[in-house]
């Protein structure tokens, strides 16, 4: 069974309020936020697209403090619906979509391209076809937040060979700095190679 059925049955607004202790001033969301913010403002990237927005937690936090566009795609409708309502301020586009079956965007449509805690339960081998269309659509960077592995609703995907045959090579990779209890979430960024440029060591 596929787990993300899960955020279909759950419900965008059930969801949204089963983490409201994430959210606010001083919490782990705001945390977060300037995190991947900042990597986004180093990255210099002006157009974002998050892939498994949900509600739009993640681009709440990051429409506070970056000058870029931003994007959200979902699968799930519920979580579009509580989304819409919870980004009504933000006014961020948020379009219906599943990475497995095709993003509705042209080739390197966004500088940059990200998910969080979202890959991790997509079970293979949809996996390859979501981190295709992710490379796709990207015009420079695939940014990632996941933990790797297996489990009732995780899965161990081995993603920098994939990267690599995508034309993608690994830049950065650590351990996140604001894992919640019980995850153990790895932040990588890929960038797409140049023709002929050999991309650098990850640090």
């Not at 157009?47 to 795609?73: D, I, P, Q, W």
């Not at 690599?164 to 790895?186: D, I």
């Amino acid at each position: 069974m596929d787990p993300r059925s899960y955020w279909q049955l759950e419900g965008g607004q059930k969801y949204l309020e089963d983490e409201a202790f994430l959210l606010g001033p001083g919490s782990m969301s705001e945390a977060q936020g300037r995190f991947l913010a900042g990597e986004i403002e180093a990255s210099g990237a002006t157009s974002v697209l998050e892939v498994g927005c949900g509600y739009g937690r993640m681009l709440e936090e990051l429409s506070k403090s970056l000058g870029s566009r931003l994007f959200g795609a979902d699968f799930s409708e519920s979580q579009l619906v509580a989304g819409r309502r919870y980004l009504t301020a933000a006014g961020i586009p948020l379009v219906l979509a599943d990475a497995t079956q095709g993003l509705p965007f042209r080739s390197s449509t966004f500088d940059l391209v990200y998910t969080q805690g979202c890959l991790m339960h997509v079970p293979p081998p949809l996996d390859k076809l979501f981190r295709a269309e992710l490379a796709r659509v990207s015009r420079r960077h695939v940014v990632h937040t996941e933990e790797f592995t297996d489990s009732v609703h995780t899965f161990a995907h081995e993603i920098e060979g994939h990267y690599r045959a995508l034309g993608y090579h690994l830049v950065k990779t650590m351990e996140y700095p604001f894992n919640p209890p019980g995850q153990r979430l790895t932040f990588q960024i890929f960038e797409k190679r140049v023709a002929g440029v050999d991309g650098p060591c990850a640090s």
